[in-house]
């Protein structure tokens, strides 16, 4: 079993990713070129994160990391990468000692410091992903290219929307998109052009998209766990969906690795509860329009549909408010 307790949200609203620009959303090839190349962010619920990272982790190792035997030395490329990312970003935080091979990492938030042989992974107590994965707050997926696809073959996920590194390992970028009615607003099918763009990413130019669900009551959901999170669905109502539900919005990152030419997929996951959109009346009136025109194949495939209408009804309830409001104030 697994605890889901909703001990954090994003409170920097300033670093919150918020996903809608315009007030109806279908799916489309929306990739843009990272501008911060550096994925490594300390945000203020960065330790209740990596807690409840650690904990997931540790009551579900084999749900949540998964790894072929023969990606050690690609999961050494990501530790490094990872590694000098945070000390030039945050050298305050973290700091690193190479030498030669003989690596000392430090961790001064968490007050953690391991020595270990760079490429030896009998020195690690955990594989490299998971051991570097454990200080950052983001999930981390390794697709390996292969003829012309993807393929999944480490996965460390803690903060999933209908995603295991369990259920997708060894699957393609095609199988893994499988379930998604994935039909752009032109009608066209996207998984094959998007595949076909991911092989243009060149190492050092990563690029980023934007993804978002909505949690009932907590913030991870996967297929090992259905039976337990599918019928809590029904627990929400319009009256309580301002606190329980959350908008979920996951910022993407696909860096192409220079030795093993693998893609590295990064997810910075944020949560914000409906109640807290009200805080910007810009998100809250898209969020409103949105989540009113879901195409219904959309609400069924993202796991929304037992309970976004009594979402919607919460926010129609609040946007009648608030115009009740400026309107005794004019
Ligand atoms: C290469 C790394 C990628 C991985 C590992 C990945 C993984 C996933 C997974 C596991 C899902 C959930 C599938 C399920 O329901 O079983 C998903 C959904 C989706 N993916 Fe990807 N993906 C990747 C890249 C992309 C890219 C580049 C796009 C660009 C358009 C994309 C667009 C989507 C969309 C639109 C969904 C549906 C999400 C929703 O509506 O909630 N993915 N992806």
């Known amino acids: 079993m697994f605890t889901q307790n909703l001990d954090f949200k994003t409170t920097d ?15 489309s090839n929306d990739l843009k070129k990272l501008q911060n190349i550096n994925c490594v962010e300390i945000t203020p619920e960065y330790e209740l994160m990596i807690r409840a990272k650690r904990r997931l982790l540790e009551e579900q190792p084999d749900v949540r990391f998964q790894s072929f035997p023969h990606t050690q030395e690609m999961q050494w490329e990501v530790l490094e990468m990872l590694v000098d990312m945070a000390v030039s970003r945050y050298p305050q935080h973290f700091e690193v000692v190479k030498d030669g091979s003989d690596w000392t990492f430090k961790n001064n938030i968490l007050a953690e410091q391991d020595s270990f042989v760079f490429g030896d992974s009998s020195t690690l107590e955990l594989e490299p992903l998971d051991y570097i994965g454990r200080h950052f707050h983001n999930d981390f997926v390794l697709m390996v290219q292969r003829d012309d696809n993807y393929y999944l073959e480490v996965g460390q996920v803690s903060y999933a929307a209908l995603f295991s590194a369990h259920w997708n390992k060894g699957m393609s970028f095609n199988e893994i998109h499988g379930p998604v009615p994935f039909v752009s607003r032109k009608g066209d099918q996207l998984a094959d052009r998007v595949r076909q763009f991911l092989h243009s990413i060149e190492a050092g130019e990563p690029w980023t998209r934007i993804n978002w669900n909505l949690m009932a009551n907590r913030w991870d959901v996967n297929y090992e766990t259905m039976d337990v999170w599918a019928p809590e669905r029904s627990l929400i109502t319009a009256e309580n969906a301002g606190e329980l539900v959350r ?81 005794s104030e004019a």
């Open 13 to 27: 609203l300033t670093t919150f990713p918020f996903p809608f620009t315009s007030g109806n959303y279908r799916y």
């Open 247 to 327: 908008l979920r919005v996951e910022e993407q990152k696909f860096y192409r690795m220079p030795r093993s030419n693998a893609i590295l997929f990064v997810l910075n996951t944020q949560f914000l509860p409906m109640e807290d959109l009200k805080l910007r009346q810009e998100w809250f009136d898209l969020t409103y329009s949105v989540l009113q025109d879901i195409p219904e194949p959309m609400a069924e495939y993202k796991g929304i549909a037992p309970y976004l209408p009594q979402t919607v009804e919460y926010l129609r309830r609040e946007d009648e408010k608030i115009k009740a409001n400026q309107e």
